[in-house]
């Protein structure tokens, strides 16, 4: 069983920032890319950043320069750096991994529960 487990979400004013953190445990091989979404109320889930199993990196645009993506391999945990947090960064937060249970099985989508972050004064 593989469970995704986010932490760190919250209120926080708007200028502020939060850090999340999410760990992936369970019976895991290897996780391939991890990443970052979010959802609005009334709006599709959209993807926030990722980054590959070598460290490459990929942001939203509304996001370079404020959010920052980072993992832990060893750790199977992926991190969020949020800063200078807008009111439409408002969101619940899922975090996603890409990744096997077993050697030579396919790789398949694995999801958190979300976390939500509002951003407010």
């Known amino acids: 069983q593989v469970q995704l487990v986010e932490s760190g979400g919250g209120l926080v004013q708007p200028g502020g920032s939060l850090r999340l953190s999410c760990a992936a445990s369970?019976?895991?091989?290897?996780?391939?890319?991890m990443a970052w979404y979010r959802q609005a109320p009334g709006k599709q889930r959209e993807l926030v950043a990722s980054?590959?199993?070598?460290?490459?990196?990929n942001h939203k645009d509304s996001v370079k320069g404020r959010f920052t993506i980072s993992r832990d391999n060893a750790k199977n945990t992926v991190y969020l750096q949020m800063n200078s947090l807008k009111p439409e960064d408002t969101a619940v937060y899922y975090c996603n991994a890409e990744l096997t249970v077993r050697a030579g099985y396919v790789y398949t989508d694995y999801w958190g529960q979300g976390t939500q972050v509002t951003v407010s004064s």
């Open positions: 369970g019976s895991i091989f290897s996780i391939n890319t």
């Open positions: 980054i590959t199993r070598y460290g490459n990196t």
